[in-house]
């Protein structure tokens, strides 16, 4: 079924309303990017946390005032500006000019070989390359040393977290959906049995500079705040008594396997099983020295551009975010050439959603669009356009975290059903106008995308335009038609996902407004 809209971003109507723009922020947040130039200071008797460590977390938690001291830098060697940094994890070197990390040790960065290695030296004077997402800034100031905090989480994912734990009193703090705000998510029963048991409090500035969550009791910071909860409830439902780690164990992935490292070679691959076929060939689950879990995507001969490929594998390799499935390289040495990545438990966002119908809470769908939506503002700052995003082309891992894949892949698929626009094979149900009409990609030909992924998300995994043919579809589109608000999608939902299908590129949010409005949605409800 199809509704009619008229055609202008200035007067888009849905069934029975008309789609009210936001007044967005753009939210520019670029990786790594760490202010380095912010002297370190270190005050152990300003502050003590003790916080019990769970073994099954990745996060780290701290005591800063037990932190052995590093060892004196080689005479001559200027390290006012060196950065010292925490492990988040572990590290196994894996190649001889690689450094090992333990979680929770300081290391001091000496260089960033590039926004992904940088080189370190650990407190006996060793030195080698390490993996930027796995250290934090050391500073007392800086939230992410603390085992409560959870940068990169939304919502729906704070209660599902606190909910798998369902203890009195868990909790984590989370970035707010007000760019450099916070949150206190915490899980008490002591609410109403009809009410979701957990409760989020926004933690606020106060014109003094201070932050409270309860007016009554101010502090110069927020682990100072945090500590003083963890004690007296002051105000909340139930005082802070129990930090919740990161989710699940998995260890983040490394842009390629070592810095420069874009060839994997074929000897330690291990094959365990096949688990898809997609256009290029088979995709198994692997192993990569046999510890690293990988999909090893087999190209066969003739599918694709390879040279080609091979070349941008080399700059792929270096987009690295948490909501993209990581390239970690190419095996070129024999035939069929084999493309290397994250393994992603839980398959193809379609089929996770086919497979679920039914059972996916509203909070969860949103959730899902998030992640997609964050990963996309990354390449849209990047520069990429990923030309081919649908559900059929993310991924969910083992933590049901959805990540982007395929990013950029269409332009080497040799097979013209794939590449022509009249083809059988090209995805017309997802392409923008100027796309089916004059091939002309862009990060907003992505936003209109984007708009049909989450349709399906909210569809639990339809076919959009299911009666439809491509070229029926090229015509209802070209006369303003546009698909129908899913039963599941809450009216502010379905605005968002009409706001990517503005005839024109211009028109359209930008991935950096649509996360902003995205996070509104999902913390007002
Ligand atoms: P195509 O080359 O056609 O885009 P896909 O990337 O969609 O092929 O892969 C086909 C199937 O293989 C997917 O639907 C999924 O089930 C599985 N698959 C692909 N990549 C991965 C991965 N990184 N982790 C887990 N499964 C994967
Ligand atoms: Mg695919």
């Known amino acids: 079924m199809l509704c009619l809209s008229d055609n202008t971003i200035q007067s888009i109507f849905c069934c029975c309303c008309s789609v009210q723009k936001r007044q967005v922020r753009t939210q520019m947040n670029l990786e790594n990017d760490g ?123 704070a209660e599902d977290l606190l909910r798998q734990e369902s203890k009195e009193g868990a909790f984590i703090v989370r970035d707010s959906r007000c760019l450099g705000a916070y949150t206190i998510s915490v899980y008490s029963r002591m609410r109403r049995n009809d009410e979701v048991p957990i409760k989020h409090y926004q933690i606020k500035s106060h014109d003094s500079g201070q932050c409270y969550v309860s007016e009554r009791y101010l502090f110069p910071s927020i682990p100072e705040l945090i500590e003083y909860h963890q004690h007296n409830a002051g105000g909340l439902i139930t005082r802070l008594r129990y930090p919740v780690g990161s989710m699940g164990n998995c260890l983040p ?68 975010h948490s909501r993209l499935v990581q390239l970690y390289g190419v095996c070129i040495q024999q035939k069929p050439l084999y493309i290397v990545t994250e393994f992603m438990e839980n398959g193809s966002l379609l089929h996770y959603l086919r497979e679920r119908q039914g059972r996916l809470r509203r909070g969860m769908l949103l959730s899902m669009c998030q992640d997609v939506c964050e990963g996309m503002e990354y390449l849209e700052r990047n520069s990429f356009i990923h030309r081919d995003l649908a559900a059929r082309n993310c991924l969910v891992s083992a933590t049901c975290i959805v990540k982007i894949s395929d990013f950029g892949m269409t332009r080497y698929v040799l097979d013209d059903e794939y590449i022509s626009s009249s083809g059988a094979m090209f995805p017309v149900k997802w392409s923008a106008p ?67 299908w503005h005839e024109k590129p211009e028109g359209r949010p930008t991935f950096a407004e649509l996360t902003q409005v995205l996070t509104d949605i999902a913390e007002t409800g």
């Open 253 to 320: 992935a490394t842009a390629g396997f070592s810095y420069e490292k874009w060839e994997i070679d074929q000897s330690e691959l291990t094959f365990i099983k096949e688990v898809g076929k997609g256009q290029f060939g088979v995709v198994h689950l692997g192993k990569w020295r046999s510890h690293v879990l990988v999909a090893i995507k087999a190209i066969n001969e003739g599918t694709m551009s390879e040279d080609d490929f091979i070349e941008e594998a080399k700059v792929m390799m270096k987009l690295s």
């Open 434 to 500: 100027e796309v089916f009409h004059f091939n002309k990609y862009s990060s907003k030909s992505d936003v209109w995308s984007f708009g049909i992924l989450m349709w399906e998300v909210f569809t639990e995994g339809k076919m959009p335009f299911a009666k439809e043919s491509n070229l029926q579809v090229v015509e209802a589109i070209s006369k303003g038609f546009r698909l129908y608000r899913p039963y599941l999608a809450p009216m502010t939902v379905y605005e968002v996902m009409y706001s990517c």
């Open 35 to 157: 202010d380095s130039s912010e002297e370190y200071t270190w005050h152990p008797k300003q502050l003590s946390y003790v916080s019990a460590h769970k073994n099954r977390s990745n996060r780290v938690c701290v005591q800063p005032s037990q932190r052995k001291p590093l060892p004196p830098l080689p005479q001559g060697e200027d390290h006012g500006e060196k950065i010292r940094v925490m492990a988040l994890y572990d590290f196994l070197p894996r190649e001889s000019c690689n450094l090992a990390l333990k979680r929770a040790e300081e290391y001091l960065i000496l260089e960033k070989y590039n926004p992904h290695w940088w080189k370190a030296r650990d407190q006996t004077g060793k030195e080698g390359l390490i993996p930027s997402n796995y250290v934090t800034e050391y500073k007392l100031t800086n939230l992410e040393i603390y085992e409560w905090y959870h940068k990169n989480v939304t919502r729906n994912q």
